[in-house]
């Protein structure tokens, strides 16, 4: 039986968190059992931001360059879980057909429909540049998502709009050539588990908050401590009261730690009598969540930079396969011909 293809993206933004892999690796991993999976690091997204300021370089001693870290994003998430025997995990830089299908595209997408992108206005809000590619960033990832005709997207709920627009596009290519050739993009989305930040547990766990905010999966156990020793909870509560957002967020990681029912209700029960003890709850937290970590992290430490290359190289030859066979099929339907040089 063919499996439906997956298809999704990930910026390489530096290290993972909690956040991400609760609320996306986790299900990326998963869905490998039940689809045919393609995963994809988005570089060339990623330059988007780079050119966001008038200040701003491609390369500047302060950032690693987008190769380096597309390569440790690589390495996480093989260390996560993500196969890359079973699925395809690649670089959508080493793929040109990405770029290609992009400007394709961008003649069939409306000029209407991405003004309309509440993530574009936002960034362009907070921009002192705003790029054209920051506009057509969706148009982009219509390409990913497309490109391997791929009918279900795993991402978070900030994305469904970008993916409204993809669904959009795919359909108007259809009608301008006259045949479904593009399926349905159906969102699925991940982050039923919002893992909130541990400094301020009123947003979401995010890396641009700062430092204390997230917990990397690749820190020192140490470190991963003191962060949870700080986190914000409530200067105890009144019986009934409803819980603070800060010791929720620490119920849900015990929870997704798989922590044995138990022990949650040994501390639910507490909470509830008034006399939990944040300072248990917090060990009991950070034990659990190592617990997980740590084969996470040795699988990480196990991998060489040229060995994450070599498995990225892998990827881009069963990933160029499918695009080339899409782009032969979209350069016959617009009226172009296939390249005259190979
Ligand atoms: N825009 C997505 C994000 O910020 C990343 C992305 C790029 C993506 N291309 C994609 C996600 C294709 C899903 C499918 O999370």
Redesign the pocket.
């Known amino acids: 039986m063919v499996k439906p293809r997956v298809?999704?993206?990930?910026?390489p933004s530096g290290e993972l968190h909690l956040g991400n892999f609760y609320g996306a690796i986790q299900n990326w991993v998963s869905m490998q059992d039940r689809f045919d999976c393609v995963y994809?690091i988005?570089d060339y997204?990623a330059v988007t931001s780079r050119t966001g300021r008038e200040s701003d370089k491609f390369q500047d001693p302060a950032h690693e360059s987008i190769s380096a870290m597309s390569v440790q994003m690589a390495g996480d998430l093989i260390a996560c879980g993500i196969d890359p025997q079973r699925s395809i995990l690649f670089c959508q830089s080493d793929v040109p057909e990405h770029t290609e299908l992009a400007w394709i595209f961008s003649c069939v997408a409306s000029h209407g429909d991405l003004a309309r992108m509440t993530q574009f206005k936002e960034k362009a809000s907070r921009n002192d540049y705003v790029s054209v590619g920051l506009f057509t960033?969706?148009v982009?990832?219509a390409a990913?998502?497309l490109l391997y005709r791929a009918a279900k997207?795993?991402?978070?709920a900030?994305?469904i709009q970008?993916?409204e627009l993809a669904r959009r596009i795919g359909r108007r290519f259809n009608t301008l050539v006259g045949e479904d050739y593009f399926p349905d993009v159906e969102a699925e989305l991940t982050d039923g588990n919002r893992i909130m930040s541990l400094a301020d547990p009123s947003q979401k766990m995010s890396k641009s908050l700062g430092d204390k905010h997230y917990v990397g999966l690749m820190e020192e156990p140490e470190a991963i401590w003191g962060k949870f020793r700080a986190a914000v909870t409530d200067s105890g509560q009144e019986v009934g009261e409803q819980m603070s957002a800060g010791v929720a967020n620490l119920f849900e990681l015990l929870t997704l730690t798989g922590t044995p029912q138990k022990a949650i209700h040994v501390f639910m029960a507490q909470h509830a009598a008034g006399n939990i003890r944040y300072g248990d709850l917090k060990k009991s937290v950070h034990e659990n969540i190592i617990r997980v970590l740590s084969p996470i992290r040795d699988r990480r430490s196990k991998m060489s930079d040229d060995t994450i290359s070599d498995i990225l190289a892998e990827g881009a030859v069963r990933a160029s396969e499918i695009a080339q066979e899409t782009m032969a099929v979209v350069r016959d339907h617009v009226g172009v011909r296939p390249p005259r040089i190979s």
Do not use: E, T
């Open positions: 298809f999704s993206g990930i910026q994809c988005v997204h960033y969706p982009l990832q990913d998502i997207v795993p991402v978070g900030d994305q970008h993916l």
